[in-house]
């Protein structure tokens, strides 16, 4: 049984799903792409809040921050570079 709230957990979830869907809609070449990595930042960011913020047990550890900033830092060059494919009309 995970401690985990449910909200905390979706977020992570959703983070997954819509960066996979973004990816997949990526390389189709369809302008709906940014709409998934936009919908997988903020699923991706209630996580992080809730890990580094909210979480009960000590204290996050540097390795973990790490590794959850890199994943919110992939997320935001994503939405950039699919942004400017958009803007190069190279997306449908």
Do not use: K
């Not at 996979?20 to 809609?25: K, N």
């Amino acid at each position: 049984m995970s401690i985990t709230p449910h909200w905390a957990s979706s977020g992570q979830a959703l983070g997954v799903w819509t960066g996979f869907a973004g990816a997949v809609l990526l390389i189709l070449g369809s302008r709906m792409a940014l709409l998934g990595f936009v919908a997988s930042l903020v699923g991706s960011s209630a996580y992080v809040y809730y890990a580094a913020c909210l979480r009960r047990t000590p204290e996050i550890g540097f390795d973990e921050l790490a590794l959850l900033l890199g994943a919110l830092i992939i997320c935001v060059f994503a939405m950039m570079y699919s942004n400017a494919l958009a803007v190069r009309r190279v997306l449908r």
